[in-house]
């Protein structure tokens, strides 16, 4: 099941959204409040962000997955 939130932004916005936390990230004083910051700006919750985040960064090979 898909959420609505996923729904509603297009794949270039959450693209984007992805892009921003990780540009920013060293702007706070940690990923999750980056994450929280941005949220807040493009209309979807932190929770959802966050995944979208772990998903870009194990797909990039940042991260192990």
Same mark, same amino acid.
């Given at each position: 099941m898909t959420s609505r %939130? %996923?729904?509603k932004l297009s794949p270039?916005?959450?693209a984007r959204a992805?892009?921003?936390v990780l540009d920013h990230?060293?702007?706070h004083?940690?990923?999750? @409040? @980056?994450i929280t910051s941005i949220s807040g700006k493009i209309g979807?919750?932190?929770q959802t962000l966050s995944e979208w985040v772990k998903k870009a960064?194990?797909?990039?090979g940042?991260?192990?997955g």
């Open positions: %939130t %996923t729904n270039e916005v959450r992805v892009r921003m990230e060293a702007e004083p940690s990923c999750w @409040a @980056a979807c919750t932190a960064e194990i797909d990039g940042r991260k192990p």
